[in-house]
């Protein structure tokens, strides 16, 4: 399951990776076309708009599979492990149900979106309204996901607070440090070392 899971991740960040680069494509070549040879891509709005919309729900699905949306975790690690996981089964149940008030707010403008067309290209704006759908979808299940692992105290749980966690990617933490060497007597931390005296 979690090689699948994988599996779709590389695609969407491949797609991801399409959209960027098609959206900044279109975007600099209308900047010169209108500057320079007072023209332009007349789709070109449209376009990076809609690939935006999708870039945004698409790269929130990915960053949520990896625990990288923002977080106060200070008061939940400071409590004890079972007051913690109880933190964490409550906040994974309003989460799911803002999930399915998003799902359900975006079935229907998909609905409604189909009956209107954008304004250049006349694609259907249900595009639009699928971009939050079919992420939150996702979302939905990495979010069940996880609170299944909670409530059956899998080893591969992430609760919010613990120190397992918060140490799950340390390279966002930024890169190790090694700590100073301590200075010799008599010499100031930050002077530099005395060659002559190294020779002897």
Not at 62 to 74: F, M, N, P, S, T
Not at 80 to 98: D, E
């Amino acid at each position: 399951m979690k090689s699948v899971a994988d599996l779709l991740e590389r695609i969407t960040e491949w797609i991801m990776a399409l959209m960027l680069a098609v959206m900044v494509g279109l975007v600099f070549s209308n900047v010169v076309l209108r500057y320079i040879f007072s023209s332009g891509i007349v789709a070109a709005e449209e376009i990076a708009r809609l690939m935006f919309v999708w870039l945004v729900f698409l790269g929130a699905t990915v960053a949520l599979r990896h625990q990288r949306h923002l977080g106060l975790e200070i008061l939940q690690s400071r409590l004890p492990f079972k007051v913690r996981r109880a933190c964490a089964v409550i906040s994974h149940l309003m989460i799911l149900y803002a999930l399915y008030l998003f799902v359900q707010g975006s079935w229907m403008q998909l609905l409604i979106g189909m009956g209107t067309f954008s304004t250049v290209l006349r694609f259907p704006m249900a595009i639009y309204a699928a971009a939050g759908f079919f992420p939150a979808l996702a979302m939905a299940l990495i979010v069940l996901a996880n609170l299944w692992r909670i409530v059956t105290n899998h080893p591969g749980a992430r609760i919010p607070g613990d120190p397992d966690t918060m140490m799950d990617h340390p390279e966002s933490h930024g890169p190790a440090v090694a700590p100073p060497a301590p200075a010799a007597p008599g010499r100031h931390p930050g002077a530099a070392p005395n060659t002559a005296a190294a020779k002897h």
